[in-house]
């Protein structure tokens, strides 16, 4: 059978190991790169190869940065006392959307998950530790997804965090906003109906 | 409001050229190349960066090739009197796979579209009619969508093909294999009935 050229083959690869991209949509993505000019496929690749070397890793809360300035921890006008914790960097900016914390990060670099060999050792959870006592930390806000391996490392946290003598909150989980009833599976009604709040 | 590093909204701007890629997913592909190796980042930058430089354009046909060999022209065994004229170089993929066409191709590069500036001075017209006749082609088969700028395009080459005395045909339009009637829109229907077949 005929196949695509060898290096069309291997740009298709890449895209393939990008998140829900799979190989219908790599193939049209290399076609439509064919048509792209010079200039544009140059930049785009100048972009990749610099990635890593133009976004950082904050030491401190492992925020990504442009260079050298963490958006956060060197925003003076933020409550250190309070840490939100969150699995990945870019949950910080669907929170920052909302403008309602005012207060640290901490991101773990991904959730508990022994499937995935994500054990404890691999999450941010040494360094976060150390910033609780050195920012003498009063609040953490556990922001973390509402799956298994979520609850699993919420659940693991909010011991950490207790037996430090630290309040340990989780974000509310229930209604979507805007939702219908009708629509609203089971497990979120149950959630709706236990955390329902008097008014 | 919070923005992301300069240089990661650069990267997303480009991934949301790619067809049917949003806001939302250029940002999900972004952050996971946060998360790969700077060996494979510089891979990737690499394919494109040499993208057309390794895959070129028949200059017979308008297929890729990778280098300088085309699979299609340079093929001595394939019919040069049967001509299979396409929109994109992706097709000839596609018609490949079926095993039933031996002759060669013809891609136009677009379809007419007047709406999008598609003119016949932009599709590969007159590189075709040079084909016709240093082929001594018999017959060419259109295989162009089934859209109103695939029949308009699919009509002016029938015209342009039958004024030279050749065998002008389309590909059939009808059911799709193992659909059921049910769910087959009334278009579909209706081409099925007009081009059914006595057996």
Chains 1, 2 share one sequence.
């Not at 960097?89 to 914390?101: G, I």
């Not at 508990?112 to 609040?139: C, D, N, T, W, Y």
Request: hydrophobic residues 40%; charged residues 25%; proline residues 4%.
């Amino acid at each position: 059978m005929l196949k695509y050229p060898a290096d069309l083959l291997k740009l298709m690869g890449l895209f393939k190991k990008l998140p829900s991209v799979g190989g219908k949509t790599a193939e049209r993505f290399a076609f439509q790169l064919l048509n792209w000019s010079e200039d544009q496929l140059k930049e785009f690749s100048y972009h990749l190869a610099v990635l890593k070397e133009k976004i950082k890793s904050c030491p401190e809360c492992f925020c990504i940065m442009q260079e050298e300035t963490c958006p956060f921890c060197q925003d003076t006008q933020r409550d250190k006392s309070l840490l939100c914790v969150i699995a990945s960097p870019k949950d910080a900016y669907a929170l920052e959307e909302t403008h309602t914390f005012q207060g640290l990060y901490h991101v773990l670099g991904g959730l508990l998950s022994p499937l995935e060999k994500k054990h404890p050792e691999q999450l941010h959870l040494e360094a976060l530790k150390k910033r609780l006592s050195i920012l003498s930390v009063k609040e953490v806000i556990i922001a973390l997804d509402s799956t298994l391996e979520g609850d699993a490392t919420a659940l693991y946290l909010k011991e950490l965090l207790t037996s430090q003598g630290i309040t340990a909150s989780r974000l509310a989980f229930g209604l979507p906003i805007g939702s219908s009833l009708e629509y609203v599976d089971g497990g979120t009604l149950a959630r709706a109906l236990s955390g329902r709040q008097t008014f």
